[in-house]
């Protein structure tokens, strides 16, 4: 089974534009929960210009599926890790003025860095993941830093989904079939939706998990929010 991650950082977004409490953030969460997510993701940056640190403190104690916490592994994403204690930390390389992320890391040249901080977050009993790209260069060198899981970094797949979606998703089916020879874990994200998140469950049938966030807040817009979670979970089946 393939899991639904519901990533609320534009429900933060809508509520900082007026900056009082609607919506509010935690009940959101637990709500999404109750229409059937099976995690909710977050990533706090440094300017809070969506979550903030105040709401990681809010929601740790009240997720009752899986806390997933995205993030740029600096010293000030280490103490909300250490703070938190969620069930997956997902790093990312993105720098903290990036607008998204927009690659996965070069697993090769800093395979050392994030082997020590894997390490780290073992230590606080959190389950680690790195942004990856479908690339398989990047894949054994993952494994060397010990961590639990990649996320495949799917915005070439979402894009390429139109034209040729047989074309698009042929580099993730090569390593998803890597990353499970190594016993890596496996997770997905980026610019997955309504139109392109079943052929990628087909094509990878044993992913562990996708994390959809924007397309997901745009579609409740018009289905609602427990209609949208339970449609997308009928695309994972």
Known sequence: MTKLSVNINKIATLRNARGANNPDLVKVALDAERFGAQGITVHPRPDERHIRYADVLALKDRITTEFNIEGYPDRRYMEIIRDARPAQATLVPDPPEALTSNTGWDTISHRDMLRDIIAELHDYGVRTS????????????????????????????????????????????????????????????????????????????????????????????????????????????
């Open 130 to 237: 790195i942004f990856i790209n479908p690339e398989a260069r990047y894949f054994e060198a993952a494994k060397a830093t010990g961590t639990d899981r990649v996320e495949l970094y799917t915005e070439p797949y979402a894009s390429g989904y139109p034209q040729d979606r047989e074309k698009a998703v042929a580099p993730y089916v090569e390593v998803a079939r890597l990353a499970r020879e190594l016993g890596l874990g496996l997770n997905a994200g980026h610019d997955l939706d309504l139109h392109n998140l079943k052929f990628l469950k087909e094509s990878i049938p044993y992913l562990d998990e996708v994390s959809i966030g924007h397309a997901l807040i745009c579609d409740a817009l018009y289905y609602g929010l427990e209609n949208t979670i339970q449609m997308y979970r009928r695309q994972l089946e």
